[in-house]
């Protein structure tokens, strides 16, 4: 049995120590907006927080989170697509297939937690994600609005 705390719950779930995080919040818990993309944390589509970092939960076993530390989901990111990067995806129509934009989004916000006012290099530094149809420009304008707080930003 393992515990966790996920977007404020704490959750108990039997899966063995070795199954990565991503499984047990998508098939265990139910949050599929966390996505399955490589399964060797390349991609990215998998970025949950952990204590604000954010981290690739597809080769991350289970076992080697606590139950004192703090998981967030896209799910749990903010009430109502809130945050301001959610906020700049929207207005800035972000997306294009969509598939990786939970982990794009997840990884925004934790650079935007920790710089919030980043350089186009050191966006492009740290968001290291993949997008197969390309919306990096949007992506890079996404961050920088969100890190402005203009109309979708903070504030």
């Known amino acids: 049995m393992v515990r966790l705390n996920v977007n404020g719950s ?22 599929t907006g966390t996505k399955y993309g490589c399964g060797i944390a ?53 997306p294009q297939c969509g598939f990786c934009q939970p982990g794009m989004i997840m990884a925004s916000a934790a650079l935007l937690a920790q710089n919030p006012r980043p350089s186009e290099a050191e966006i492009r530094a740290e968001i290291t994600n993949i997008c197969r149809c390309g919306t990096y420009n949007r992506v890079l304008a996404g961050i920088q609005l969100a890190a402005e707080g203009g109309e979708s930003g903070r504030g």
């Open 10 to 31: 704490v959750r108990e779930v039997e899966v063995e120590p070795d199954t990565p995080l991503l499984w047990v919040i998508r098939e265990q818990i139910g949050l």
């Open 42 to 94: 390349q991609c990215g589509s998998c970025t949950v927080h952990i204590d604000g970092a954010a981290v690739r939960s597809c080769s991350m076993p289970v076992s080697s989170v606590t139950a004192e530390q703090k998981i967030v989901t896209i799910e749990g990111l903010s009430a109502g697509a809130s945050h301001p990067v959610q906020k700049a995806w929207a207005q800035l129509d972000v």
